[in-house]
């Protein structure tokens, strides 16, 4: 899998976004960017991935920049809920499906 | 939504026993993974099956085994049983075949205590 880098933990306040950077410099041109949780001890959960373009659901927005070696989720008005561990995972090759979890970042909601 | 369904939900087996995790993937999905995750690390990557056949394998022991049935649920057997195997133990499953681009949908995993 492609490496990726995030930031290990970060703080946010309720109410206001939570922007959670990523780089993956060997990312190559058919790799997707994903992004999962964790909450606490519960089974991850998929927030959102994209390849090139940027992607925005109900959960979140992905921002991929223009060269692809760097991502951003964003929580548009982030909830104590959203307090989990964020990772962000380029899979090798054309599979999403072995996801390889490295060291996510840990977003701490405060109120 | 049906979910991924894991049982049992804890387990307390004692060393060198044995024990079988169980997994149901959700409805139409005939992809399933195994991670394991220790306490305070990243989930690991054990094993995938597709159409019951093994897809993929990771850093799984080889006191590990594993299976997919012909229903898709799939089980993953643990013997001798050592301390550093507490962990939890997450299934998740997938609606396409490996090598395409398809969200995982993760059960709310075992609780496997070694005493």
């Known amino acids: 899998d492609a490496k990726t880098t995030q930031p290990t933990s970060m703080d946010c306040a309720e109410g206001r976004a939570a922007n959670l950077p990523c780089n993956h410099s060997t990312i190559s041109g058919n790799e997707y960017v994903y992004w999962y949780r964790q909450i606490h001890s519960q089974g991850p959960q998929y927030i959102i991935h994209g390849l090139k373009n940027n992607e925005t659901n109900e959960m979140a927005s992905l921002i991929i920049t223009e060269d692809r070696k760097s991502s951003t989720l964003i929580l548009p008005h982030a909830t104590l809920r959203d307090t989990a561990v964020y990772y962000c995972i380029v899979p090798l090759g054309l599979g999403a499906q072995k996801l390889v979890f490295g060291q996510g970042t840990r977003l701490t909601i405060n109120p | 939504a049906a979910g991924v369904i894991q049982s049992p939900r804890h387990l307390i087996k004692e060393k060198r026993e044995t024990a079988t995790l169980k997994c149901y993937p959700i409805?139409?999905?005939?992809?399933v993974y195994w991670y394991q995750q220790g306490p305070g690390q990243d989930p690991q990557f054990l094993i995938s099956f597709y159409e019951k056949m093994q897809s993929d394998k990771g850093s799984i022991p080889d006191r590990f085994s594993a299976q997919q049935f012909s229903d898709y649920h799939s089980e993953l057997n643990m013997s001798s049983l050592e301390l550093g195997d507490s962990a939890l133990y997450f299934c998740?499953?997938?609606?396409?075949?490996?090598?395409?681009?398809?969200?995982?949908?993760f059960g709310s995993g075992t609780q496997l205590s070694v005493l």
């Open positions: 998740a499953s997938s609606s396409t075949e490996p090598a395409t681009n398809e969200k995982l949908f």
């Open positions: 409805p139409r999905h005939d992809t």
